[in-house]
């Protein structure tokens, strides 16, 4: 069966850093490309970067830019959100989801507050 497990978030200051991993079993990890999304209460779904097989990354959030950084290690079928200068308004429910499937994490929160 199909698995994607996030782990890793949790409740961090303004400036802090975390970093997100979502180990994936159950289909060829290697070959898909994968995504992050984030949701935030009232507002819509939101992707936050697209890593290719090949560990070429794509942010489609400006809001991110400089802060975050996708990763994958193909060999620990493990795909990785390192989150830098977190902000109150990164405060999400965060995803993993492989790239144009059903597969998706179960999501876990990251809260940004003082």
């Known amino acids: 069966q199909v698995q994607l497990v996030e782990s890793g978030g949790g409740l961090v200051q303004p400036g802090g850093s975390l970093r997100l991993s979502c180990a994936a079993s159950?289909?060829?990890?290697?070959?898909?490309?994968m995504r992050w999304y984030r949701q935030a209460p009232g507002k819509e779904r939101e992707l936050v970067a697209h890593i290719t097989s090949a560990g070429v990354t794509t942010n489609y959030a400006s809001s991110v830019k400089g802060r975050f950084t996708a990763s994958r290690d193909n060999a620990r079928n493990t795909v990785y959100l390192q989150m830098n200068s977190l902000k109150p308004e990164d405060t999400a429910v965060y995803y993993c989801n492989a790239a144009y499937t059903i597969y998706w994490g179960q999501g876990i929160q990251v809260t940004v507050s003082s």
């Open positions: 159950g289909f060829t990890f290697s070959t898909y490309a």
